[in-house]
T-cell receptor, first 110, second 114 residues
Framework: RKEVEQDPGPFNVPEGATVAFNCTYS??????FFWYRQDCRKEPKLLMS???SGNEDGRFTAQLNRASQYISLLIRDSKLSDSATYLC???????????FGPGTRLSVLP | DTAVSQTPKYLVTQMGNDKSIKCEQN?????MYWYKQDSKKFLKIMFS???????INETVPNRFSPKSPDKAHLNLHINSLELGDSAVYFC?????????????FGPGTRLLVL
């Protein structure tokens, strides 16, 4: 089993749609969790950290379920500019060991 | 006011050559990293340096050697380049914010080995 797995995608959705991405991780000792977005031919950029209680930033909501080792990202009212690859990232807590998922590609269509 | 910068942005070279990629961060972070993103877009950690000491060394070939002259710089030297080294190499740095390490990436160096 891979350390971090994500929905394979791609997701093609119309503008205004709500879309959800799922991520699972295998190391139960993992301590912190993030969503990054990566545009084509660009570097990954931090979208949001994921907290145990769940957190929201505008149209974006992240949830963490430690018992199921599952992380989600919900995007409401999708914009064309949301088109990107979304990377689930887990810090396994020893040293600064960040493990990236393979990413889920989102295309928001006009 | 670039946070994490890398040079060069593009690098095209012949097999067997030796090349270096430079990285600098002006964020005052203690930890810096090198990642490789291959054609399948998988982002994998190669090295991590904390206060100039190597703390993670994933199983990369010893042709790759990170060098950190100070905590703001982490350079990557590659000997005897091979075709399979073609990839995008990202530098990153991190700090502890609110009890968690948060990473910031440079723009990447696109390496093509011919």
């Amino acid at each position: 089993r891979k350390e971090v797995e994500q929905d394979p995608g791609p997701f093609n959705v119309p503008e205004g749609a709500t879309v959800a991405f799922n991520c699972t991780y295998s190391n139960s000792a993992s301590q912190s969790f993030f969503w990054y977005r990566q545009d084509c031919r660009k570097e990954p950029k931090l979208l949001m950290s994921v907290y145990s209680s769940g957190n929201e930033d505008g149209r974006f909501t992240a949830q963490l379920n430690r018992a199921s080792q599952y992380i989600s990202l919900l995007i409401r009212d999708s914009k064309l500019s949301d088109s990107a690859t979304y990377l689930c990232v887990v810090n396994q807590g020893y040293g600064q060991n960040f493990v990236f998922g393979p990413g889920t590609r989102l295309s928001v269509l006009p | 006011d670039t946070a994490v910068s890398q040079t060069p942005k593009y690098l095209v070279t012949q097999m067997g050559n030796d090349k270096s990629i430079k990285c600098e961060q002006n964020l005052g972070h203690d930890t810096m990293y090198w990642y490789k993103q291959d054609s399948k877009k998988f982002l994998k950690i190669m090295f991590s340096y904390n206060n100039k000491e190597l703390i993670i060394n994933e199983t990369v070939p010893n042709r790759f050697s990170p060098k950190s002259p100070d905590k703001a710089h982490l350079n990557l030297h590659i000997n005897s380049l091979e075709l399979g080294d073609s990839a995008v190499y990202f530098c990153a740095s991190s700090h502890n914010a609110g009890g968690r390490e948060t990473q910031y990436f440079g723009p990447g160096t696109r390496l093509l080995v011919l």
